[in-house]
Nanobody
Framework: VQLQASGGGLVQAGGSLRLSCAASGRSIWNDNMGWIRQAPGKEREFVAAINWGGDITYVADSVKGRFAVSRDNAKNTVYLEMYSLKPEDTAVYYC??????????????????????WGQGTQLTVSS
């Protein structure tokens, strides 16, 4: 599967943006998916995850209440809605497939190490 994140850009603090992750090559309808970000000079950080059915989601504490993850399996696409953006949200955002927790259920909060099939990321810059 190939994953392409898009929708990033330059946003003022307090603004909103929606990122999209389009999959190609095969359907991701039965994959648990995730969003991960990497800020300059920092390690990759888990942001959000969603199971294949879209009825179970996780968001990191750092973005809880501000970010939401969703998916449209008919469009083979996963989304990340971001509100009340802060300068510390500045990063390259990637989507990826959860290789460890499969089958729609989660047994623990997803970890960055669980994800594979990394797509090309999209840059988000939040200005203060």
């Amino acid at each position: 599967v190939q994953l392409q994140a898009s929708g990033g850009g330059l946003v003022q603090a307090g603004g909103s943006l929606r990122l999209s992750c389009a999959a190609s090559g095969r359907s991701i309808w039965n994959d648990n998916m995730g969003w991960i970000r990497q800020a300059p000079g920092k390690e990759r950080e888990f942001v959000a995850a969603i199971n294949w059915g879209g009825d179970i989601t996780y968001v990191a504490d750092s973005v809880k209440g501000r970010f939401a993850v969703s998916r449209d399996n008919a469009k083979n696409t996963v989304y990340l809605e971001m509100y009340s953006l802060k300068p510390e949200d500045t990063a390259v955002y990637y989507c990826a497939v959860d290789r460890v927790q499969v089958g729609g259920s989660y047994y623990y909060t997803p970890d960055v190490a669980d994800f594979g099939s990394w797509g090309q990321g999209t840059q988000l810059t939040v200005s203060s």
